[in-house]
């Protein structure tokens, strides 16, 4: 590959963002970039939807998923009542409200469900809503056991409906512009990644407020269960379900599985086929049985679209600094840097020359020697030979308000509207979800899994 500066900028020039404003190629250096989100709404036809599990996140993407024209909220359903009369403080008093999602998927004048309820309950309310005709967002993971996924993907193939998993990043304008830049070919070969995400406080390890009245009169705790382990009604397992393995997937299947989807996405990658991880439960002592520190070692085999290359990730809630979530794509030639809301891209070449004298094996060779080996080195390699060639960075940032949440409901939408192809389908979020969970597999296994990527199976 060339390495040369010109090089460098005729590759990169490629890429959207170079563009903005009439800025000149040469002049990307040192400079930071906004990005431009390109989703465009094609119609504005409307599309009914209903909400089931009315929490956090349920309340995040109705909120998102009403900001794009032509949707309207008709439904939502919740096992704690006080959730359905806040439906319809916030969302209208003539919102249909239930505890039992199969009222929503009976209704003919709903579109599309989001579902937004523990894990435990993704894959059964996913395929009895699309077999019910209803188009499906389902929040990541999507679902709470690998083996569940084959059936999340037979039914989207048998019946047509568009399903999207909700790990928003998949919509990212900085994910899809560093997905052009990795294609380009800027980095050189893939090397290494590596992503962390770290939180520190309460909220972020999901110690929730829980409502005063909840009780089993406010909240239907035998439908929550569903196929969990039958246990006497507690309130944190419902309202702080992450914290518990018969419901949530722990920072694996939360926070984990997004790092997936990004790099799954910048790399065109299926997936790892080996898997290998160390979980803890240090600092978050409260009842719950999901670790709150993760940390995982993922093999990537060599694919038509990229070499061989391991993934280091880590999530971890007992730290105590400062939260953050620093990705890096490293390649033979540079690297790409993911943040929060922005990315950089770093170029570099390597001396061809190898380095002589210093921390070397020259200073033991005798006087006469080293003289000869200098001579040496000095007529196989030029100056510039022996120079390191660092580019300047270039730097991308989200516009100012930027939600990707949004982008990822216009992508769905719109995909229901015009049948055009979602982010993240069935399969590519079995392929984001399994390599999460097989992190809590193989601590409890104290082993590395392998995973079929191609296959989609433990092996």
Known sequence: MNNTRRDFIRKISGTSALIVGGMALTDAYGKTITLQSDVKISANDKIRIGLIGSGIIGHYDTDTALKVPGIELVAVCDLYKGRLERAKEKWGKDIFIT??????????????????????????????????????????????HIEEGQAVIDTQKKTGKVFQVGSQVASSVSTLEAKKIYESGIIGELTYVEATNDRSSANGAWQYTIPTDANTQTVDWDAYLGDAPKVPFDAKRFFRWRNYKDYGTGVAGDLIVHLLTNIHTITGSIG????????????????????????????????????????????????????????????????????WSSLKVKHFKRPKAPEIGGYDSLNTFTQAQQEEARKAHAVLFSEDDKKWNYGKEIVFKDPDGYDSRLDHFIN????????????????????????????????????????????????
């Not at 709903?110 to 699309?130: E, F, G, K, N, Y």
């Open 99 to 144: 505890q039992d999602y199969r009222e929503i998927l009976s209704r003919k004048d709903i579109d599309a469900v989001l579902i937004c309820t523990s894990d435990h309950w993704h894959d059964r309310i996913s395929i009895d809503a699309m077999n019910s005709g209803k188009h499906v967002y389902c929040e990541k993971p999507m679902v709470h």
């Open 272 to 339: 790892p086929s080996k898997i290998y991880a160390l979980g803890e439960l240090n600092y978050w002592k409260d009842g719950r049985d999901a670790y709150d520190l993760v940390t995982s070692l993922m093999q990537y085999p060599e694919r038509k679209n990229h070499p061989a290359f391991q993934f280091f990730n880590r999530v971890n809630l007992a730290d105590g600094g400062t939260s953050g979530s620093p990705a890096k794509i490293v390649g033979t030639e540079g690297m790409i840097e993911l943040g």
């Open 412 to 459: 769905f939408f719109e995909s229901i509207r015009t049948g055009k192809k979602v982010h993240e389908d069935a399969t590519f979020g079995l392929r984001a979800a399994a390599p999460a969970l097989a992190c809590n597999l193989s601590v409890e296994l104290g082993k590395p899994v392998l995973w079929d990527a191609e296959k989609m199976k433990l092996e």
